[in-house]
């Protein structure tokens, strides 16, 4: 079993940087694909980014490719995205996510196994 922990959200002004922290327990972490995901008031839960499991390939929804990056270090159980040149769009709550039963890239929601309970970015404009 995994349990994932989302931190680093907060309130920023367009342009402007965040980064989110994914801590997470659980023997299986080093083994599983990573995603975060964001939900904006009255929107479906959408994509925003996936890592494998040795970090080394990512993935991005076109809406945050060159201005997010995902990263991830095994040794600490953490995944983490950095957010830069914030739109007011990007507003959501965040939420990290696993998949114990995949090694690649995943970037469809409901084969994610394990959920956080999400971290609120905002941004103003």
């Known amino acids: 079993q995994v349990q994932l922990v989302e931190s680093g959200g907060g309130l920023v002004q367009a342009g402007g940087s965040l980064r989110l922290s994914c801590a997470a327990s659980?023997?299986?972490?080093?083994?599983?694909?990573m995603g975060w995901f964001r939900q904006a008031p009255g929107k479906e839960r959408e994509f925003v980014a996936a890592?494998?499991?040795?970090?080394?390939?990512?993935y991005y929804a076109d809406s945050v490719k060159g201005r997010f990056t995902m990263s991830r270090d095994n040794a600490k159980k953490t995944v983490y995205l950095q957010m830069n040149s914030l739109k007011p769009e990007d507003t959501a709550v965040y939420y990290c996510?696993?998949?114990?039963?995949?090694?690649?890239?995943?970037?469809?929601?409901?084969?994610?196994?394990?959920w956080g309970q999400g971290t609120q970015v905002t941004v103003s404009s």
């Open positions: 996510a696993a998949d114990v039963h995949s090694l690649v890239v995943v970037t469809t929601l409901y084969e994610y196994d394990y």
């Open positions: 659980g023997r299986t972490f080093t083994t599983s694909a």
């Open positions: 890592i494998n499991w040795t970090g080394g390939t990512t």
